[in-house]
């Protein structure tokens, strides 16, 4: 199971053409696209689901896929169209309050994450109060996936100590994070490949230690 190369065809089009008068005349190669794109998560589905227990096949790939209608509302780009297509991959499709999934198919600019976006307040509070009792719990879950902190997502990083956490900690770069994400990027190449599947499943799977390190610090429960 690969994405073809007509999907990153499609999506480079539309990203020179972003009308809704292009996209228009063009729905039926973005329908096709929208079907490759839909096949490949329901398959990853299916593969997740034989390691990571909050994965079921029950979970619909429809429920995942995120939408190519741009809301425009309060942007300065008025373009009607996302150039890539994408999925958020939980026992709650896209929409988890919690760790999930993430895959993101744009020409040269893939990839597939894991992980807990911008948490909610308590759960960003249980998350650091755990890497505060048990660091070394989540230093063995990065170092069996081959990653490090710095691999961690820097987005949103506070520049200063959260309350109630020292500068001087040796975690202290951990608790200055506001996401808890790590995201291995794909080539048109990787993804088109007749073995893309094995590829990014092989990455998740390196990613799930940290992933289930982050459910069981908010007491996430399979």
């Not at 790939?61 to 890539?84: L, N, Q, T």
């Not at 599947?197 to 610090?217: H, L």
């Amino acid at each position: 199971m690969n994405i073809s190369t007509s999907t990153f065809k499609f999506l480079k089009d539309l990203s020179d053409n972003n009308s809704r008068e292009w996209f228009q005349e063009n729905k039926g190669h973005y329908e096709e696209a929208l079907q490759n794109v839909k096949e490949f998560v329901e398959e990853l589905i299916v593969q997740l689901s034989l390691f990571d227990p909050q994965i079921n096949t029950d979970i619909k790939a429809s429920k995942c896929m995120f939408r190519i209608y741009r809301d425009v509302r309060f942007s300065k780009d008025k373009s009607p169209y996302k150039s890539w297509l994408a999925a958020g991959i939980s026992v709650d499709g896209r929409k988890l309050d919690g760790p999930e999934y993430y895959i993101h198919i744009e020409p040269n600019n893939s990839f597939i994450a894991a992980g807990y976006w911008r948490p909610k307040k308590e759960h960003l509070d249980a998350i650091r109060q755990e890497v505060d009792y048990n660091a070394e719990a989540l230093h063995g879950a990065l170092e069996a996936g081959q990653w490090t902190v710095a691999d961690l997502s820097q987005e949103d990083k506070l520049t200063r100590p959260p309350s109630g956490y020292s500068a001087d900690d040796p975690q202290i770069e951990i608790f200055k994070l506001k996401s808890f994400i790590i995201h291995q990027h794909l080539s048109n190449m990787v993804l088109t490949d007749a073995d893309a599947m094995d590829k990014v499943v092989g990455i998740c799977k390196r990613i799930y230690p940290f992933k289930k390190f982050i459910q069981e610090a908010i007491d996430l429960e399979p």
